[in-house]
């Protein structure tokens, strides 16, 4: 079958199935083929030991061809195999089937250490040194290999941070290792292919170890050392030779350490390099370490220790300098081009011994000044010390800055672009969606988004990545997981946070799911539930399952998902009136806020908690469904919820108690109203933004929310009114302002230039960039209409302001792809639909939803666009 070809397979959500954790993984593939409405009718599947028969499926009568079980026996620690796949199927309705097609080609799957007993290691914790408050210490172990090397992994981990080598090479590429898991419950390793990096005769292992997430300042307290006073690493090379025999070499007590040229190292402070005390050759043989330390030994972290379900952290793309400038002070500042996440990578000149270079980062300028205060007490300060060898490279290893400018002092000589490069670093996902449109504003806006969501997730969904917090609020993510799933793909990071969120509720928090997940102890926060952050736990899984079709995720969740409806109807309590009150976050940073109380909303939180009571508990019974559960109480606390919203905050005729556009978006939106209500409450809905000026009024909550909200009232043209308006507060008033990233407020920077004076002001935070989810399924017009995108829906709904949209993703079936132009009158729209699916296509004709196969489409309608709003003269005019 010469037209049809078949992708390698996959293995669950794994990039690089390399020292996989599951020992029967789920197998995806890819068909690809030209041929219009191919559908695939049978498999065979063929998974290969290294030695031994292979073991076949044989012929299987099905479809499936995501997330498909194993099937062969489960793979065993450090078990390798090859599968391929080959595929029957048939075009068109009318066409014979074909088949089989050819072999794909083989991939390869090894599993990692999957039993306790795997473990030989014990945790190897360097004396800290008493000078240095966030020391990086250097440890190694020579040792003898008597035998060639046929094949050699390295299972490496650590309670901290760490850079491990071989015979003086980096054995990988990932960054801030091993990434911040909740460490009282579970500890991800690594594992790394060595085999090129050993030789027969003496070898060193080493690494570099620094305080991280484990030890280091986290949250906004000030406080540290929040899980351990130690670091430690643990670490097992595994080295096979031709004769079948095999070398373990691990971390234990003859491992010895010494402080590192590094001599400070923090996520929020920075790094200090002292190249005088540079050691050339420490991690290779021959060194002298004899004036080194010996090491502790500790336990053995093996009960917590699981292997990665997504991709590590990584450098992922390298800027250059835009300008260097000086301020009117005469400080020296360098302008990246871009508000980004990473670190500086310094091309450092040829200068006398102990020129000390210092580099401050922040993310905008104020009064032409690096704008330092909405960092609070993260310094963002990196230093090194010139040794006077000569020119060098010098990039922090331990540290991550948010900044899209810095400050360099101390540079000997003219400072110029060819001196230092901003390297980006964020977790390695897939890229997976794209979006444009006519608006160059709008199309900035999604292109901010797209960069905001890269640099916070970093290992873990942040918040923001610049201040002293940085931590995996619950609430943003809860509302961005639709467009993070579109953007990228996202399934195997969140798979390992939704994991540790499950850990963090049910063991420690009696149900409740916290603020952020990793918890930290930084503010007496009670635990209790926080609608729309706690929902998290139900929103996340079912988002995961809805865009990649995984509904293992929804029964690896479901008891965090039960436990935590049950909490939140005890908050709500017999009534479903919340009736102990209390604080809420409720619509978090609504721009009618005073910058000093953010959560105060037009919206009450109590009736966003009444709202969202009622949604997760529907998800929750509509979850119970795909997994063959009783989900009945669910769907009768759902209904209760409504009821309780109607009754208490609605009007009969749909006016809701509190005019604000988030109350109406909860209401119309969580199928909370009755059928009667529906159209007037959309009506308000348009009014209440008309008479807001057609800018934003809501909050992390409600902007969801919102533009769908008219969409499905009917009132497209002020859901793209709102879109496209530039005054604060509104989506594009931050691109007018030059912005790069989302803004945590609608007016982060003032008009005037000036930072908000609230304490909490970020210039990367997602949230409100969950706006580009609506770009995605109405202004483009693609999304999923089942699960995975099995059936996806094409329904573009073009409005005033715009002539063209775009977007691509590539859905677990391959890559579909919408483009529209309205010419006049004339709408033309192209549609590509991955073979194995078909679309549900709706134009703006007025015309009937119909259903096409997979392959090329294109269809040209006469339509009518809803003409554009009247707006009335802005509330807000710009200073004279």
């Not at 309205?822 to 709706?842: I, K, Q, R």
């Amino acid at each position: 079958m010469r037209d049809v070809t078949v992708a390698p397979v996959t293995f669950e959500h794994h990039r690089e199935p390399l020292g996989i954790g599951e020992p029967a993984p789920r197998l995806s593939w890819i068909v690809r083929t030209e041929l219009p409405g191919w559908r695939q009718s049978a498999y065979e599947l063929e998974i290969a030991p290294e030695s031994g028969p292979a073991w076949t499926s044989g012929r299987v009568d099905a479809g499936e061809l995501v997330l498909v079980p194993w099937g062969a026996p489960p793979l065993t620690s450090r078990e390798r195999r090859t599968v391929r796949v080959r595929v029957w199927g048939s075009g068109a309705a009318g066409s014979s089937a074909v088949g089989p097609t050819a072999w794909s080609d083989e991939a390869v799957v090894e599993a990692g250490l999957l039993a306790r007993s795997d473990w030989s290691a014990a945790l190897a914790q360097p004396v800290l040194p008493a000078s240095s408050e966030e020391p990086v210490v250097l440890l190694r172990r020579e040792f003898p290999l008597a035998k060639p090397v046929a094949r050699a992994r390295l299972y490496a981990t650590a309670l901290g941070v760490y850079d491990a080598e071989i015979n003086g090479t980096p054995v990988g590429d990932d960054v801030l290792a091993p990434g911040w898991t909740s460490y009282r419950h579970r500890l991800r390793y690594q594992t790394y292919d060595v085999t090129g990096l050993l030789t027969e005769g003496t070898n060193v292992l080493g690494a570099q170890l620094a305080d991280g997430w484990y030890r280091g300042y986290l949250g906004f307290t000030g406080g540290r050392a929040h899980y351990g006073e130690r670091t430690g690493l643990f670490a097992q090379l595994e080295v096979e030779h031709p004769d079948g025999s095999r070398t373990v070499v691990t971390t234990d007590g003859s491992w010895r350490s010494a402080p590192a040229p590094t001599v400070r190292a923090g996520l929020y402070g920075g790094e200090t390099f002292d190249a005088r005390g540079d050691l050339p050759g420490w991690s290779a043989p021959g060194f002298d370490d004899t004036g080194w330390t010996p090491v502790d030994v500790g336990p053995a972290p093996v009960t917590t220790l699981v292997a990665p379900t997504g991709p590590p952290v990584r450098r992922t793309e390298v800027l250059p300098a835009r300008e260097v400038f000086r301020s009117a002070s005469g400080k020296v500042l360098v302008d990246f081009g871009q508000n980004l996440v990473g670190r500086l990578r310094l091309t450092l000149p040829d200068a006398p011994a102990g020129t000390r270079i210092t580099v401050r980062h922040a993310e905008v300028l104020e009064s032409g000044e690096l704008g330092t205060r909405p960092l609070r007490k993260a310094a963002q300060t990196d230093v090194v010390v010139l040794d006077g060898a000569g020119p060098r490279t010098w990039e922090p290893r331990f540290t991550f800055h948010g900044f899209r400018y810095a400050e360099v002092e101390g540079w000997p000589g003219e400072l110029t672009t060819a001196d230092l490069q901003a390297v980006v670093v964020h977790t390695d996902l897939r890229p997976t969606g794209t979006f444009t449109c006519s608006d160059p504003d709008v199309t900035r806006l999604h292109e901010n988004v797209v960069r905001g969501m890269r640099g916070n997730f970093l290992d873990i969904p942040t918040d923001c990545p610049q201040r002293d917090e940085r931590l995996g609020w619950t609430g943003d993510l809860q509302v961005f997981a639709p467009t993070a799933a579109f953007l990228y793909d996202t399934a195997g990071m969140l798979r390992s946070w939704l994991a540790d969120l499950a850990a963090e509720q049910l063991r420690d928090h009696g149900g409740f799911v916290p603020n952020f997940v990793p918890f930290l102890h930084v503010l007496p926060f009670p635990d209790q539930a926080e609608a729309g952050w706690g929902d998290a736990a139900v929103v996340v899984p079912w988002t995961l399952y809805q865009r990649f079709g995984d509904a293992g995720v929804l029964a690896d969740q479901w008891e965090s998902m039960v436990a935590w409806i049950d909490a939140f109807a005890r908050r709500a309590g017999a009534g479903l009136d919340f009736p102990d009150g209390g604080f809420s976050f409720g619509d978090w940073l609504d721009p009618a806020a005073p910058p000093e109380n953010p959560g105060a909303a037009r919206a009450p939180w109590q009736c966003v908690a009444t709202a969202y009571l009622a949604r997760s508990a529907r998800i929750v019974a509509d979850a119970a469904a795909v997994l063959g559960r009783d989900g009945g109480r669910f769907a009768v606390l759902a209904e209760r919820a409504a009821e309780r919203f109607r009754a208490e905050y609605v009007t009969p005729t749909g006016r809701v108690a509190y005019p604000s556009q988030t109350a109406y978006a909860l209401a119309l939106e969580f199928g909370l109203l009755a059928d009667a209500q529906r159209d007037h409450a959309g009506r308000l809905l348009a009014e209440q933004v008309a008479n807001d000026g057609w800018h934003i009024g809501t909050g992390f909550l409600g902007t969801p929310l919102v533009t769908d909200a008219l969409t499905n009232a009917g009132a497209i043209a002020s859901a793209y009114e709102l879109l496209l308006q530039r005054e604060h507060p509104s989506w594009l008033y931050p691109v007018t302002r030059g912005a790069t990233t989302i803004w945590e407020r609608w007016d982060s920077m003032l008009p005037d230039g000036s930072i908000n004076p609230g304490e909490m002001t970020s210039f990367n935070h997602y949230a409100y960039g969950a706006v580009a989810d609506w770009l995605h399924r109405t202004v483009a017009g693609l999304a999923p209409a089942a699960p995975g995108y099995r059936r996806l829906r094409v329904a573009p709904r073009p409005g005033p302001g715009i002539t063209s949209a775009a977007a691509t993703h590539d859905t677990p079936y391959g890559r579909a792809a919408v483009s529209w132009t309205l010419v006049g009158a004339v709408f033309t729209l192209a549609l590509t639909v991955p073979p194995n699916t078909s679309a549900e296509v709706s134009l703006p004709d007025g015309s009937a939803s119909f259903g096409v196969g997979s392959g090329q489409h294109t269809f040209v309608r006469t339509v009518t666009v809803p003409a554009p709003v009247e707006r009335p003269q802005p509330f807000w005019q710009p200073d004279e």
